[in-house]
């Protein structure tokens, strides 16, 4: 069996640099204790660990407070978290027709169950959201506006400078998903009025699944909803006010975050984030060079591939995603992700929704240009097969 060529980065980035999980393992083996919990040297050292991981983090992010860097499970967790903690009185939110289903969920409920109103704000042809679409739609009870900062459809990167300047004016809270572009696309939550950068860390910031977090301003007000054991004052009947407390609670998983620590020094020595995008922007150009060959082949807001991350969706006429998809696991062994990649509006707007959806090409730092030239083989061959059925 050939080699597995893994294009399903934006699900998860496989494989893990090898640092990673070197430096998980020993420090699970050697320090896989409780933090903050106890006062013995080992819980000490496990605290540091966290702590230092905070301090990286808040730093990439360009946050403030070290303390509101806090950790969550996954960037589900953390939009569960900043959704509910803001609209816990009621009011108006604004999201996009790009968001995925860990930012619609939470608002659906809320606007069902509680009598939240929210907008959805489409974006254009070339799968851009317009900040003065955004503008038009806040309301005087709009509370907050949470939008998704790298598509993980069809790879636009929406511009959330412009969008936080509008909510900073208005004073609303402004929140992004940022689980695909953490990593890949520099993000300062000062320079771009961001009150929240929710993350999940087994992307592109390279450590394991189950570990996310919130990067919170200094002046963000989030009202907790999660409430439990902190280690620290408990004998106070309530759930602690004081970050990183308030919005964490439980023993925290400090195997995830020894992986971000870890992921965040592999960032480093590649050069930062602006350079992984680099080598992963030349993979996705040379991919949708290749593509756009193939008459056969019709790819999604990608007439070019300015302001995108590297995750482009296409589809071979005439054959339905999933299909697609298996041709190229079972005869290339190349992995992509097929179907509505839990973004359900961005296929409606896209009128892939009828088709069941797309089939996604995602690339990580990994991957290297002999894996884009069999995936535009495999392409082309799938395209010349669906032809003569046709015939
Ligand atoms: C844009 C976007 N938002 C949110 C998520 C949810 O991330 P997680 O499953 O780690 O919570 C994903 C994951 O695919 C994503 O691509």
Redesign the pocket.
Known sequence: MSELIYLDN???TWPKPPEVHQFMHDFYRDCGVSPGRSGFDKALEAEQLVHRCRTQLSRFFNGGDPNRLVFT???????NLIIKGILTGGGHAVTTKI?????LRPLWHLEHERGIKVSHISFDRKGFVHPEDIRKALRNDTKLVVI?????VIGTCQPVEEIGRICRERGIFFAI?A??TAGVVPIDMQAMNIDAV?F????SLFGP?GI?GICAADHAVIKSTRWGGTGVKSAQKSHLEEYPYRLEAGTMNIMGIAGLLAGQEFIAAQGGPQAIWKHEMALMQRLWEGFREVAEVEMYCAEDLENHIPVLSMNVKGLEAMNTGTLLDVDYNIATRTGL???PQVHEQIGTDLIKGTVRFSIGPFNTVEHIDTAIRGVQEIAKMAGSWKR
């Open positions: 934006a699900a998860t499970y996954n960037a589900t967790d953390a939009l968001e995925h289903n860990s930012v998704n900062h790298g598509s993980n998903d689980s695909q929710c999940t860390g087994h992307k699944t996310g990649q839990c973004a």
